[in-house]
Structure formats: structure tokens, C-alpha cells
Nanobody, 123 residues
């Protein structure tokens, strides 16, 4: 049974940092690309970043490039998102999602995502 459990969200000041984690279980973690997506209040789901199965390639949405860093620990099956220089518009519920394969051809397999962790950026 695939399980994805996010943690690390909270309240941050503008310009601050947070590190999100996603603990994965129930599948061979290193064989799947993973991604982060977010949903702000009243808005649709927005893709944030993706990483291929072996961690060798990473991809970012324009708003995340240069501020966010995605990484993964394939030994312990954990996905991370380091978020720096946070802005109020980064306020959202952040989800980790399992890809359809190792290469990231589809960042979301259509089924497996966590419950999300709330990030609020406010002074």
C-alpha cells in the first residue's frame, strides 16, 4: 500500500525558509520520479518541482527556480523540498506525489499523493 506523508510546513516570515519532507512507503521509491505540487486557497493545483528516480535531474516551475530545491534520499525513501526566500504568494497546501515511472514522463501517476502540509508565509 503506497503511503506518502508530508511534514515540515508551518508559518514562515517573508524571506524565511522551510524544509518540507515526504516519507514514502509501500513501493520501490528509487524506481519512481517524485514531485511537489501546491494548492493555494481558491486556486487550482500547481506543479512546483520534480525529481527523477535516481535524483540526477531536477525540474522547477518558474516561480520556484532559484528559490526552491528538491532532493531525495533513496536509502530512507524521503523526498524533500527546501524553500528559501519565501513570499506570501507561496502560501498553500503542499503535496508530494508519486510519478508514473523513473524518468518523470508523468510527474503524477494519477493516484498517489499525500494529504499535504500547510505552508503559510506572513509577517
Amino acid at each position: 500500500q503506497v503511503q506518502l506523508v508530508e511534514s515540515g510546513g508551518g508559518l514562515a516570515q517573508p524571506g524565511g525558509s522551510l524544509r518540507l519532507s515526504c516519507a514514502a512507503s509501500g513501493f520501490d521509491f528509487s524506481n519512481y520520479a517524485m514531485s511537489w505540487a501546491r494548492q493555494a486557497p481558491g486556486k487550482g493545483l500547481e506543479w512546483v518541482s520534480g525529481i527523477v528516480g535516481d535524483g540526477s535531474d531536477t525540474y522547477y516551475a518558474g516561480f520556484a527556480q532559484g528559490r526552491f530545491t528538491i532532493s531525495r534520499d533513496n536509502v530512507n525513501s524521503v523526498l524533500y523540498l527546501q524553500m528559501n526566500s519565501l513570499k506570501p504568494e507561496d502560501t498553500a497546501l503542499y503535496f508530494c506525489r508519486k510519478g508514473s515511472d523513473k524518468s518523470g514522463s508523468m510527474w503524477f501517476d494519477g493516484e498517489h499523493r499525500g494529504q499535504g502540509t500547510q505552508v503559510t508565509v506572513s509577517s
